[in-house]
């Protein structure tokens, strides 16, 4: 995964915790202490050097090591996370499965759409993600990366998905008409026994599928896992924000990182922090 010692992993970890600890003080999970702990292999990747450090001071709110072990993750396991967005969770998935695994990042294929804005934002991903696995290949040089059609969405062969993970794109697919389709290819990819973990930001019942502010309910995230043959396998708080009021004027995005909101009002929403989120287990009959 990478030449440091375990003395510098180490080292480094304590030093990421320690400079972590009065943020995620502060959004302390809820069940915390009911949660598995991250192996030491996944303790390293989180601690890993390569790691944007915009997106390490993410840590404390998304609590990367709880959730993934809350769904379960392993090193010798094949996991598909669908639609990475700039590689957030690729920094610590791909050289976490390096040696022993398999990850794939599934992106949505430029080629699906006509040329214009669409087609050209989904170039841009795919162009920003493949030069980040360029530019780090120490760590993502084993990384496989697969192009779907959002219209009919394939993520790799038929049963041959450990786990399947998405972070904060329910709502995206709800407003495209795409939730069932997607929920099914999930369902398709995945072994029997295979597990999805879904985090998504919270809202507080059912909203409609058109609906702009970013927020899902998550009896509704549970009714398109159920309707595609999944079943419940667990909850967690881990990524819970009891201060997010969920009525802000610029939805999910007026809050930390986007911070879509007029700078006077940075101080409230800093203070806030990032959305609540629910974190969600399922698996495959």
């Known amino acids: 995964?990478?030449?440091?010692?375990?003395?510098?992993?180490?080292?480094?970890?304590?030093?990421?915790?320690?400079?972590?600890?009065?943020?995620?003080?502060?959004?302390?999970?809820?069940?915390?202490?009911?949660?598995?702990?991250?192996?030491?292999?996944?303790?390293?990747?989180?601690?890993?050097?390569?790691?944007?450090?915009?997106?390490?001071?993410?840590d404390p709110y998304r609590h990367p090591g709880q959730t993934l072990a809350f769904f379960g993750i392993r090193p010798d396991m094949t996991v598909v996370e669908i639609t990475p967005g700039g590689g957030w969770y690729s920094e610590i998935l791909a050289p976490y499965l390096r040696d022993d695994g398999k990850y794939v990042a599934a992106?949505?294929?430029?080629?699906?759409?006509e040329a214009g804005r669409q087609r050209d934002y989904?170039?841009?991903?795919?162009?920003?993600?493949?030069?980040?696995?360029?530019?780090?290949?120490?760590?993502?040089?084993?990384?496989?990366?697969?192009?779907?059609?959002?219209?009919?969405?394939?993520?790799?062969?038929?049963?041959?998905?450990?786990?399947?993970?998405t972070f904060r794109n329910v709502h995206n697919w709800r407003s495209a008409g795409q939730a069932e389709g997607m929920f099914k290819g999930f369902y398709?990819?995945?072994?029997?026994?295979?597990?999805?973990?879904v985090v998504e930001h919270r809202a507080k019942g059912d909203v409609p599928a058109d609906d702009k502010s970013g927020y899902v309910g998550q009896d509704q995230v549970i009714a398109l896992?159920?309707?595609?043959?999944?079943?419940?396998?667990?909850?967690?708080?881990?990524?819970a924000n009891p201060r997010d009021t969920k009525d802000h004027p610029n939805g999910v995005w007026t809050l930390p990182p986007s911070n879509n909101h007029p700078e006077a009002e940075r101080a409230r929403y800093q203070a806030i922090g990032e959305s609540d989120r629910m974190t969600l287990r399922f698996v495959k009959k």
């Not at 320690?18 to 915390?32: E, H, T």
């Not at 992106?107 to 759409?113: C, E, G």
């Not at 398709?188 to 973990?197: A, D, F, I, N």
Request: proline share 8%; hydrophobic share 50%.
């Open 1 to 58: 995964m990478s030449n440091r010692t375990p003395l510098s992993r180490a080292c480094l970890l304590g030093l990421a915790l320690a400079l972590a600890a009065p943020l995620a003080q502060a959004v302390k999970p809820a069940d915390s202490a009911t949660l598995p702990a991250p192996d030491a292999a996944l303790q390293a990747a989180i601690a890993g050097s390569w790691r944007d450090p915009a997106d390490t001071a993410r």
């Open 122 to 165: 989904y170039q841009r991903g795919k162009d920003g993600l493949a030069k980040k696995f360029a530019d780090g290949a120490a760590q993502f040089d084993k990384a496989v990366v697969v192009a779907y059609d959002p219209k009919a969405p394939s993520f790799g062969a038929p049963g041959s998905a450990d786990l399947v993970v």
């Open 188 to 197: 398709e990819v995945l072994k029997p026994g295979g597990v999805l973990g």
């Open 107 to 113: 992106i949505v294929d430029p080629a699906a759409f």
């Open 225 to 239: 896992a159920k309707a595609a043959g999944f079943e419940l396998a667990g909850s967690s708080e881990v990524n």
